[in-house]
């Protein structure tokens, strides 16, 4: 996953996998889906990010990774 914002749109873009684009949803207002072939989610923009997320929360990421355990 690879995650971007540019400031001067306020734009925060998440990019979950590659894949052929098939269309855009807006799934709430400045909140849109990018889907590919088979309805996979490609990527998510978030438009005004910085009033949608607070400041500090721009600036630092935490990623949770499950760790798959070894029977």
């Not at 438009?47 to 721009?58: Q, T, V």
Request: glycine share 8%; no cysteine; hydrophobic share 40%.
């Amino acid at each position: 996953m690879k995650i971007t914002y540019d400031k001067k749109i306020d734009a925060m873009y998440l990019h979950f996998q590659e894949g052929t684009f098939s269309r855009n949803k807006e799934v709430e207002d400045g909140i849109i889906l990018d889907i590919g072939k088979g309805n996979k989610i490609l990527g998510i923009e978030i438009l005004n990010a910085s009033k949608r997320i607070k400041p500090k929360g721009l600036d630092y990421l935490d990623f949770q990774i499950p760790i798959k355990t070894l029977a």
